[in-house]
């Protein structure tokens, strides 16, 4: 099993930044691609970012890029999503994702593994 929880959310101005972390325990085995998704109320859940724990390859939605990055701590199991110039349509829970998928291609798909959230909350 593999267990997530993010923190860093909050609320913020628009044109500010945030730094999600994802504290990620339990099996690293289970896991090779982990992401950042978020949903607003109303809307679908939309990918944001994902990454190849292995490779550290990492992939970014074209409505964030530019402007969100994701990392990883490997020695720290933890996963972070850096969000700057954020926009009130930033505002969402955000979600850490994880799964193991073969060939390691991480972005978008089904994720197995999922943390309770953290809400961000922009203000214009």
């Known amino acids: 099993q593999v267990q997530l929880v993010e923190s860093g959310g909050g609320p913020v101005q628009a044109g500010g930044s945030l730094r999600l972390s994802c504290a990620a325990s339990?099996?690293?085995?289970?896991?090779?691609?982990m992401g950042w998704f978020r949903q607003a109320p109303g809307k679908e859940r939309e990918g944001v970012a994902f990454i190849n724990t292995v490779n550290s390859i990492s992939y970014v939605a074209d409505s964030v890029m530019g402007r969100f990055t994701i990392s990883q701590d490997y020695a720290k199991n933890t996963l972070y999503l850096q969000m700057n110039s954020l926009k009130p349509e930033d505002t969402a829970m955000y979600y850490c994702?994880?799964?193991?998928?073969?060939?390691?291609?991480?972005?978008?798909?089904?994720?197995?593994?999922w943390g309770p959230g953290t809400q961000v909350t922009v203000s214009s």
């Open positions: 339990g099996s690293t085995t289970r896991r090779n691609c």
């Open positions: 994702a994880a799964v193991l998928r073969l060939g390691g291609y991480c972005r978008g798909g089904d994720y197995k593994y």
